[in-house]
């Protein structure tokens, strides 16, 4: 059994629905299973397979253009990835971009392999000037999805949401 939530990740896909979201973009990450799952498995959704993370970028700005609201799917090291996209595209060109990014190498990082890219997420993100809020408890994660949302589209601009260990993760025992 995997010790991703399911029901985390049902909360957050139906947050994400409820916002109007019919398009998600990602690659295949063990903190995104269950919600990539859930989008592949529902007809009213969108769910475009990508080959590397800042295609997502372009998959959303074309989803924006025809008037579809997107969700970009993403580990932190894929947020990483995508900061050429996200800066050369979302940024110059006022693009709306909702980006959820599997927040690994926080407290608790059992991989050290995720351990680097987890401690510069967020002061990239803050330089970037890109605005951001942490999904830690399931109490907050519809009303922080959806003001993420709301700012993303009011200020045309990227927003991230980091999925955060103790949202996602459930300790086996």
Same mark, same amino acid.
């Given at each position: %059994?995997?010790?991703?939530?399911?029901?985390?990740?049902?909360?957050?896909?139906?947050?994400?629905?409820?916002?109007?979201?019919?398009? %998600?973009?990602?690659?295949?990450?063990?903190?995104?299973?269950?919600?990539?799952?859930?989008?592949?498995?529902?007809?009213?959704?969108?769910?475009?397979?990508?080959?590397?993370?800042?295609?997502?970028?372009?998959?959303?700005?074309?989803?924006?253009?025809?008037?579809?609201?997107?969700?970009?799917? %993403?580990?932190?090291?894929?947020?990483?990835?995508?900061?050429?996209?996200?800066?050369?595209?979302?940024?110059?060109?006022?693009?709306?971009?909702?980006?959820?990014?599997?927040?690994?190498?926080?407290?608790?990082?059992?991989?050290?392999?995720?351990?680097?890219?987890?401690?510069?997420?967020?002061?990239?993100?803050?330089?970037?000037?890109?605005?951001?809020?942490?999904?830690?408890?399931?109490?907050?994660?519809?009303?922080?999805?959806?003001?993420?949302?709301?700012?993303?589209?009011?200020?045309?601009?990227?927003?991230?949401?980091?999925?955060?260990?103790?949202? %996602?993760?459930?300790?086996?025992?």
């Amino acid at each position: %059994m995997s010790p991703v939530s399911t029901s985390a990740s049902r909360l957050v896909y139906d947050a994400l629905k409820s916002c109007g979201v019919r398009l %998600m973009s990602a690659l295949p990450e063990t903190w995104l299973v269950h919600l990539i799952g859930l989008a592949e498995a529902d007809p009213d959704m969108t769910l475009v397979r990508l080959a590397k993370e800042e295609e997502g970028v372009g998959i959303s700005a074309g989803a924006h253009l025809a008037g579809v609201k997107s969700a970009m799917l %993403m580990q932190n090291h894929g947020f990483l990835a995508s900061i050429n996209g996200i800066v050369s595209c979302a940024q110059l060109y006022r693009i709306p971009l909702l980006m959820l990014v599997s927040y690994r190498g926080e407290f608790g990082e059992r991989d050290p392999w995720q351990t680097e890219g987890g401690g510069v997420t967020e002061d990239l993100l803050r330089a970037l000037r890109i605005p951001f809020a942490r999904l830690e408890n399931p109490s907050h994660v519809s009303h922080r999805i959806a003001k993420a949302q709301t700012l993303a589209h009011s200020a045309n601009k990227p927003v991230a949401l980091l999925l955060c260990r103790d949202l %996602m993760w459930e300790e086996q025992t």
